[in-house]
């Protein structure tokens, strides 16, 4: 076997003339089943004619069938993991000699692990303070909030307008449409153009206004557009906040009094800091092992993450309502775009299957059965019919390596070596919801 570069090989390969005699003989007696020949009945056509009459594809068919045999053979023999399809670069096919051919193929990499315990990782405990749990709280607040017409005057601050909106101009495609939209005026989270041209109104009046968004506007369709909207005010409202007390607290689920409200927003809190905390250092964890790993990686490999970024591109565009038919995604040109990040991802991806092959890490039929019936209920489908389906599709297996890979980035994050985040020098330690990854 030659080692061409990074995971691409080459064999030399033989098929003796025997081997290639029994295939043909084989072969034409396959097609003699098959052909009519003028003066014999259907498969009564003498094996000689039909060998010498259909010599040329007979040789070729049994060459075909054979050379994949015989690489498959060969690989068995080496011992070789084989990823992708092969490529048959020479072919030497003399009559009444062997077959000789040269195969060009890539093998799984040789994953040498280095120490992966005691990875350094920025990480500091979260914690959830008083001031924490009254936000939270405020926001419940606000989200229970009343609204009480009022009698029709100029608008003022703290008033909330009921507007519509529509866009004029600056916006390709569909114009858009906002009915009844509530605009608290005064309030930080509006937008400071909308205040000021809000503010004055009276109901029923109507004017056109426009606004410039900012690059990093949540919604992608406005960032950095400057659209001019025709702007209707409908009525006024006074927003009215539920009083923190008791009944507030049963109102918002099985709870008795605040205190109990607050414990368990507090328990909430840090069960969602804890999970981002670890998330961020496992992220840093992860691509630490890439960096501690630098082996070649199969072009088979690369595609198919590609390919599967691509898919999952095009399956959040559909959930988005997107005609997916009228995206232009050219695979070479996004292969070239994250080729680097790709290699990257799959060497994490092996090197992790390699950890937890040798820390026995997999995951259980336990929880697999509890995947199953999460995704069940979801979709509100009997679980039977779930688990049948996943594993004809596959998603079985992808859900077992995904509860594999978590297994064994937390088996990595219990056992790496915990640093306290650092600022620039003179300052604090990071919050640790702040970590990069």
Known sequence: MALIEGCKHQLEITIPVDALEKETERVAETLRAKVNLPGFRPGKAPLSMIRQRFATSIRQDAIDKLLPKFFHDRVHEEHLHVVGQPSIVELDDKAGEPVRFKAEFEVAPEVELQ?????????????????????????????????????????????????????????????????????????PNTLPVLNEQILGMSPGEEKNITIEYPENYGQERLAGKTVEFHLELKSLQKKELPEVNDEFAKDLGDF??????????????????????????????????????????????????????????????????????????????????????????????????????????????????AEVQRFAKQEREPVAAVRKR?????????????????KTLSFLFENARKEAPVDEPGTQAADPDQIEA
């Open 115 to 187: 120490d992966y315990r005691g990875i350094p990782v920025p990480y500091r405990e979260p914690v959830v303070t008083d001031q924490d749990v009254e936000e939270r709280i405020e926001a419940l607040r606000q989200r229970k909030a009343d609204f009480v017409n009022l009698d029709p005057r100029p608008a003022a601050a703290p008033d909330v307008a009921v507007v519509d909106m529509h866009s004029v101009n600056g916006l390709e495609g569909e114009p858009m449409h906002a009915h009844d939209l509530q605009v608290e005026l005064g309030s």
């Open 256 to 369: 008795q009094t605040v205190e109990e409200l607050r414990d368990a927003l507090r328990k909430n809190m840090m069960r969602e800091r804890e999970m981002a905390s670890q998330r961020a250092a496992k992220d840093v964890i992860a691509r630490k092992l890439g960096e501690m790993h630098t082996f070649p990686v199969p072009e088979a490999f690369i595609d198919r993450q590609v390919e599967g970024t691509i898919e999952r591109f095009v399956a959040e565009q559909a959930s988005r309502g997107m005609d997916v038919k009228k995206l232009q995604i050219d695979p070479k040109r996004v292969k070239e775009a994250m080729r680097d990040s790709a290699i990257k991802e799959v060497r994490t991806t092996l090197v992790l299957e390699k950890i937890s092959e040798r820390e026995s890490i997999y995951a259980t039929k336990e929880e697999l059965d």
């Open 390 to 406: 996943f594993e004809e599709n596959g998603t079985t297996n992808r859900i077992a390596n995904a509860i594999r890979t978590e």
